[in-house]
C-alpha cells in the first residue's frame, strides 16, 4: 500500500490542487533534504494533511474516516498498546467478528499492521484517518486508566477529599485568590493517615511506580492541576504525559508516598525531601521523593535511582581514548581536584561514583559528604548533609578532614565556604572529586574565581575537569543514511567539520580515504519495543586536563575561550565532536546531538 511520488504527483496535478513549477520546487527540495515528498507538499502549504490523507485514500482505495467524535470500546481500544497506537499514529476503532478495523495516518507502514494483526490474531482492515483524529483517539487511552483506577476506589472512594472538595467549591466564590491549600483549613492528620493507607490509594501509587519501572523512567512527576492530577514519567531525558487522574485522589497519593517516604502528613505549606526504597527478586530501586506546595495542591518529584547494575567503568560511560586517559591520570594523582560539569540531570554523579570505584580499594580511604546519597558504596564512608541542623557541605568537609582520608568526595562546590576548603584539602595531600554547574569544562575556571578562589590555587590544585551531556542512544534497528552536500553544508556552521574528521581517522574510527558523503549515519527507527527509536542514554564529554602550558595560562588570568582554544590545541575534544563522533559510530543520532547542544 504504497504511494508513488510520481502518482501523487500527477493526481495533484490531474485534480488541479498543485501547479507544476510547484511540484517540481517540491520534489527539488524533497531530493535535496532526504525528506518525503508528502512532507515538503505540506510544509510549504501546497496541500493541507487532511486534503493529503483524503487523497491517498482515494489512490489506494481505502476507505477515510473521521474519529474525531469516535467512542470507541474500551476492549476495542485497547487491542493497539498506547505507546504504539501514540507513536505509529494508528488505532483500533471497530471490530465485527474476526475483523479488525484500523485507523492509520501512513498506509505504507505494513509492518505496524502486521504486528497488529498477530496480536490480535484478527483481520485487519485498514483505514486512513488525519492527525486530529489520532488525536482524539488517543485521549481515550487517558480515560481508560482514569476508568481502571476509579474501578479501586469503588464503592467507598476516597472520603477524606470528597469532603475537602465540598468545602472548597463553597468557597471559591469567596476567595478566588487565596492557595486553595490555606482555604481548607486543614485535614486532620487522622484522616490523612487513614486514606494512605486506604487499599485503592495503595494500589494506585503502586500502580504508578510499577509502570515507571517497566518503562524505565528516571523520574515520575505528580503535578496537581485544578480539575485534575497529571501524572508524568521522564524517559531517556524527555518528559511524557503517562496518565491523568481524578483530582479527588490528589491527597491521597501525596499522603501515601509521604508515609512511604517518612515525612510529615500535617505539612502542606512547606518542602519536603525523603526517600523510600522498593524491593523484589528482579531489582532494587531507591526514590528519592521531592514535595513542593503549589497553588492547586502539592506537586511531587520522584527520582528513581537503581542500585544494582550501574557501570562501574569509565569506557562503559562512553569516555574513550584521549579523554579516557585525561580522567584517568586526574584520578590516580595522590591529591589534586577532579571536577565534573554539566547541568542537573546530565550525570555527573554517576560519573563521580564510578571513578570512585576504580579508586575504591583496601588501601585508601574514602570520605564523602553527598546530597542526597544516591547510592550506597561498600567501604565508602557517605555522610547526607543535613543543613537544617547545621551540616552543611561546608561543615561537613571540614569534619572529615580530621577523618584521616585519602580521597574526599563533595557532592556539589556550591559556595566560596565549600570551595575554599575543597581547594584547601587539596593543597594539603588529598585527592577532591566534585561537581560544579557550568556549560563546560573551561567554564568551570570563572566560576571557581567568582567564589573567590585564587588563579595560583586553581592551577596549583586542579588536575582536570570534566563536562558532560547526556544523549539517547539509538536501538540496534537503526536506520542507516549518508549525508548530502547541503546537510553537510549547514552541519559545517554548527561543527567544525574538518576537526572531527581529522580526530576520526587518528582514531581509526573510519577509513584514512573517508569523506562525509561516505560516512555512515543513522536515524532512530522506531520499533514495537521502542516508539521513539531510542533506548538509554550515554554521555557525551570532553575533558581539560590542567596542563603546563594551561596552568600557564591560568596564572596570566588569560580568558576562558583562550585557554579552551589551548585544550584543544593540545587535543581536547569537545563535547559536541564527541557527540558528533558518537553519531558516525552509531551509538546516538545527529538530531540528538543537535538537541542536546541547544541546553
Given at each position: 500500500?504504497?504511494?508513488?511520488?510520481?502518482?501523487?504527483?500527477?493526481?495533484?496535478?490531474?485534480?488541479?490542487?498543485?501547479?507544476?513549477?510547484?511540484?517540481?520546487?517540491?520534489?527539488?527540495?524533497?531530493?535535496?533534504?532526504?525528506?518525503?515528498?508528502?512532507?515538503?507538499?505540506?510544509?510549504?502549504?501546497?496541500?493541507?494533511?487532511?486534503?493529503?490523507?483524503?487523497?491517498?485514500?482515494?489512490?489506494?482505495?481505502?476507505?477515510?474516516?473521521?474519529?474525531?467524535?469516535?467512542?470507541?470500546?474500551?476492549?476495542?481500544?485497547?487491542?493497539?498498546?498506547?505507546?504504539?497506537?501514540?507513536?505509529?499514529?494508528?488505532?483500533?476503532?471497530?471490530?465485527?467478528?474476526?475483523?479488525?478495523?484500523?485507523?492509520?495516518?501512513?498506509?505504507?507502514?505494513?509492518?505496524?499492521?502486521?504486528?497488529?494483526?498477530?496480536?490480535?490474531?484478527?483481520?485487519?482492515?485498514?483505514?486512513?484517518?488525519?492527525?486530529?483524529?489520532?488525536?482524539?483517539?488517543?485521549?481515550?487511552?487517558?480515560?481508560?486508566?482514569?476508568?481502571?483506577?476509579?474501578?479501586?476506589?469503588?464503592?467507598?472512594?476516597?472520603?477524606?477529599?470528597?469532603?475537602?472538595?465540598?468545602?472548597?467549591?463553597?468557597?471559591?466564590?469567596?476567595?478566588?485568590?487565596?492557595?486553595?491549600?490555606?482555604?481548607?483549613?486543614?485535614?486532620?492528620?487522622?484522616?490523612?493517615?487513614?486514606?494512605?493507607?486506604?487499599?485503592?490509594?495503595?494500589?494506585?501509587?503502586?500502580?504508578?511506580?510499577?509502570?515507571?519501572?517497566?518503562?524505565?523512567?528516571?523520574?515520575?512527576?505528580?503535578?496537581?492541576?485544578?480539575?485534575?492530577?497529571?501524572?508524568?514519567?521522564?524517559?531517556?531525558?524527555?518528559?511524557?504525559?503517562?496518565?491523568?487522574?481524578?483530582?479527588?485522589?490528589?491527597?491521597?497519593?501525596?499522603?501515601?508516598?509521604?508515609?512511604?517516604?517518612?515525612?510529615?502528613?500535617?505539612?502542606?505549606?512547606?518542602?519536603?525531601?525523603?526517600?523510600?526504597?522498593?524491593?523484589?527478586?528482579?531489582?532494587?530501586?531507591?526514590?528519592?521523593?521531592?514535595?513542593?506546595?503549589?497553588?492547586?495542591?502539592?506537586?511531587?518529584?520522584?527520582?528513581?535511582?537503581?542500585?544494582?547494575?550501574?557501570?562501574?567503568?569509565?569506557?562503559?560511560?562512553?569516555?574513550?581514548?584521549?579523554?579516557?586517559?585525561?580522567?584517568?591520570?586526574?584520578?590516580?594523582?595522590?591529591?589534586?581536584?577532579?571536577?565534573?560539569?554539566?547541568?542537573?540531570?546530565?550525570?555527573?554523579?554517576?560519573?563521580?561514583?564510578?571513578?570512585?570505584?576504580?579508586?575504591?580499594?583496601?588501601?585508601?580511604?574514602?570520605?564523602?559528604?553527598?546530597?542526597?546519597?544516591?547510592?550506597?558504596?561498600?567501604?565508602?564512608?557517605?555522610?547526607?548533609?543535613?543543613?537544617?541542623?547545621?551540616?552543611?557541605?561546608?561543615?561537613?568537609?571540614?569534619?572529615?578532614?580530621?577523618?584521616?582520608?585519602?580521597?574526599?568526595?563533595?557532592?556539589?562546590?556550591?559556595?566560596?565556604?565549600?570551595?575554599?576548603?575543597?581547594?584547601?584539602?587539596?593543597?594539603?595531600?588529598?585527592?577532591?572529586?566534585?561537581?560544579?554547574?557550568?556549560?563546560?569544562?573551561?567554564?568551570?575556571?570563572?566560576?571557581?574565581?567568582?567564589?573567590?578562589?585564587?588563579?595560583?590555587?586553581?592551577?596549583?590544585?586542579?588536575?582536570?575537569?570534566?563536562?558532560?551531556?547526556?544523549?539517547?542512544?539509538?536501538?540496534?534497528?537503526?536506520?542507516?543514511?549518508?549525508?548530502?552536500?547541503?546537510?553537510?553544508?549547514?552541519?559545517?556552521?554548527?561543527?567544525?567539520?574538518?576537526?572531527?574528521?581529522?580526530i576520526m581517522k587518528r582514531e581509526k574510527i573510519v577509513a584514512p580515504d573517508a569523506t562525509w558523503e561516505t560516512i555512515d549515519f543513522f536515524k532512530a527507527k522506531p520499533s514495537k519495543e521502542s516508539p521513539s527509536g531510542y533506548k538509554g542514554r550515554a554521555g557525551v564529554y570532553e575533558v581539560l586536563e590542567v596542563s603546563e602550558h594551561i596552568r600557564d595560562l591560568i596564572l596570566k588570568k588569560e580568558p576562558f575561550p583562550e585557554i579552551e582554544r589551548?585544550?584543544?590545541?593540545?587535543?581536547?575534544?569537545?563535547?559536541?565532536?564527541?557527540?558528533?563522533?558518537?553519531?558516525?559510530?552509531?551509538?546516538?543520532?545527529?538530531?540528538?546531538?543537535?538537541?542536546?547542544?541547544?541546553?
Amino acid at each position: 500500500m504504497r504511494v508513488e511520488p510520481e502518482q501523487l504527483m500527477a493526481f495533484l496535478l490531474d485534480g488541479g490542487l498543485a501547479k507544476k513549477d510547484q511540484l517540481d520546487g517540491a520534489q527539488k527540495e524533497a531530493t535535496q533534504t532526504g525528506k518525503k515528498l508528502e512532507t515538503v507538499l505540506i510544509e510549504q502549504k501546497i496541500i493541507t494533511e487532511e486534503e493529503l490523507i483524503k487523497l491517498k485514500a482515494y489512490i489506494l482505495g481505502i476507505p477515510f474516516v473521521n474519529l474525531e467524535k469516535e467512542i470507541i470500546p474500551l476492549e476495542v481500544l485497547q487491542i493497539v498498546p498506547e505507546p504504539i497506537a501514540r507513536k505509529y499514529s494508528i488505532v483500533a476503532f471497530r471490530k465485527a467478528g474476526s475483523n479488525l478495523e484500523v485507523a492509520m495516518t501512513d498506509p505504507e507502514d505494513i509492518q505496524t499492521i502486521e504486528f497488529v494483526r498477530k496480536k490480535a490474531n484478527l483481520i485487519i482492515l485498514p483505514r486512513l484517518t488525519n492527525s486530529k483524529g489520532i488525536a482524539a483517539v488517543l485521549k481515550q487511552y487517558q480515560k481508560s486508566l482514569e476508568e481502571e483506577f476509579s474501578d479501586l476506589l469503588a464503592p467507598r472512594g476516597i472520603e477524606v477529599e470528597e469532603k475537602e472538595a465540598g468545602e472548597l467549591a463553597s468557597l471559591e466564590g469567596k476567595f478566588v485568590s487565596a492557595p486553595k491549600d490555606e482555604e481548607a483549613g486543614g485535614v486532620k492528620v487522622e484522616e490523612l493517615a487513614k486514606a494512605a493507607e486506604d487499599l485503592p490509594v495503595i494500589k494506585i501509587v503502586d500502580s504508578l511506580l510499577r509502570h515507571a519501572i517497566t518503562q524505565s523512567a528516571s523520574d515520575i512527576h505528580i503535578e496537581p492541576a485544578e480539575k485534575e492530577v497529571i501524572v508524568r514519567y521522564r524517559i531517556d531525558g524527555i518528559l511524557h504525559d503517562a496518565m491523568t487522574l481524578p483530582k479527588k485522589l490528589q491527597q491521597g497519593i501525596a499522603a501515601r508516598i509521604k508515609v512511604l517516604s517518612n515525612l510529615r502528613l500535617d505539612e502542606h505549606r512547606l518542602p519536603q525531601d525523603g526517600r523510600f526504597k522498593l524491593e523484589t527478586s528482579e531489582f532494587k530501586i531507591s526514590f528519592r521523593v521531592s514535595i513542593i506546595p503549589v497553588y492547586d495542591g502539592e506537586k511531587i518529584v520522584m527520582r528513581l535511582l537503581r542500585e544494582e547494575g550501574h557501570t562501574t567503568n569509565l569506557e562503559g560511560l562512553g569516555i574513550h581514548s584521549g579523554s579516557l586517559e585525561r580522567v584517568m591520570r586526574a584520578i590516580q594523582r595522590p591529591s589534586g581536584m577532579f571536577l565534573v560539569t554539566g547541568p542537573t540531570g546530565s550525570g555527573k554523579t554517576t560519573t563521580l561514583y564510578t571513578a570512585l570505584e576504580i579508586l575504591n580499594t583496601a588501601e585508601v580511604n574514602i570520605s564523602t559528604i553527598e546530597d542526597p546519597i544516591e547510592y550506597r558504596m561498600p567501604r565508602v564512608n557517605q555522610t547526607q548533609v543535613k543543613p537544617q541542623i547545621g551540616l552543611t557541605f561546608a561543615a561537613g568537609l571540614r569534619s572529615l578532614l580530621r577523618q584521616d582520608p585519602n580521597i574526599i568526595m563533595v557532592g556539589e562546590i556550591r559556595d566560596s565556604e565549600t570551595a575554599t576548603l575543597a581547594v584547601n584539602a587539596a593543597l594539603t595531600g588529598h585527592l577532591v572529586l566534585s561537581t560544579l554547574h557550568t556549560n563546560s569544562a573551561a567554564g568551570a575556571l570563572p566560576r571557581l574565581i567568582d567564589m573567590g578562589i585564587e588563579p595560583f590555587l586553581i592551577a596549583s590544585t586542579v588536575n582536570a575537569i570534566l563536562a558532560q551531556r547526556l544523549v539517547r542512544r539509538l536501538c540496534p534497528e537503526k536506520e542507516k543514511y549518508h549525508l548530502t552536500k547541503d546537510q553537510i553544508k549547514n552541519l559545517g556552521e554548527i561543527f567544525k567539520l574538518d576537526d572531527i574528521l581529522k580526530i576520526m581517522k587518528r582514531e581509526k574510527i573510519v577509513a584514512p580515504d573517508a569523506t562525509w558523503e561516505t560516512i555512515d549515519f543513522f536515524k532512530a527507527k522506531p520499533s514495537k519495543e521502542s516508539p521513539s527509536g531510542y533506548k538509554g542514554r550515554a554521555g557525551v564529554y570532553e575533558v581539560l586536563e590542567v596542563s603546563e602550558h594551561i596552568r600557564d595560562l591560568i596564572l596570566k588570568k588569560e580568558p576562558f575561550p583562550e585557554i579552551e582554544r589551548a585544550a584543544r590545541e593540545e587535543g581536547m575534544v569537545t563535547m559536541l565532536e564527541d557527540g558528533f563522533i558518537k553519531a558516525a559510530q552509531g551509538f546516538t543520532s545527529i538530531e540528538e546531538i543537535l538537541r542536546v547542544a541547544k541546553e
